[in-house]
């Protein structure tokens, strides 16, 4: 299983930034997957998820109305869409899934907003 994140940068407060996670070495389809970002000295926090039909979704509170995640299952991707994006959205963004009982990570994107 590979997870590989891109699209990550510096942008301005209010800016806007798509992320992409590419998956490989399973069946993309049959699970779900998630955006998951670690600030400096803070704790990895859950930022959105995505069923494996993508029929579902859930955010944490903060990134409600602004933040996207969708999936591609005939690309075998996951993207998450950043609008809007605060200071506090500085983070190391990370994919995640579970196959088989067993968790697997992107190597992370750095997200840096601002002025």
């Known amino acids: 299983v590979q997870l590989v994140e891109s699209g990550g940068g510096l942008v301005q407060p209010g800016g806007s930034l798509r992320l992409s996670c590419v998956a490989s070495g399973f069946t993309f389809s049959s699970y779900a997957m998630s955006w998951y970002r670690q600030a400096p000295g803070k704790e990895r926090e859950l930022v959105a998820t995505?069923?494996?039909?993508?029929?579902?979704?859930n955010y944490t509170d903060s990134v409600k109305g602004r933040f996207t995640i969708a999936r591609d299952n005939a690309r075998n991707t996951v993207s998450l869409q950043m609008n809007s994006l605060k200071p506090e959205d500085t983070a190391v963004y990370s994919c995640r899934t579970t196959v088989r009982f067993r968790i697997y990570w992107g190597q992370g994107t750095q997200v840096t907003v601002s002025s």
């Open positions: 995505i069923t494996r039909a993508g029929d579902r979704t």
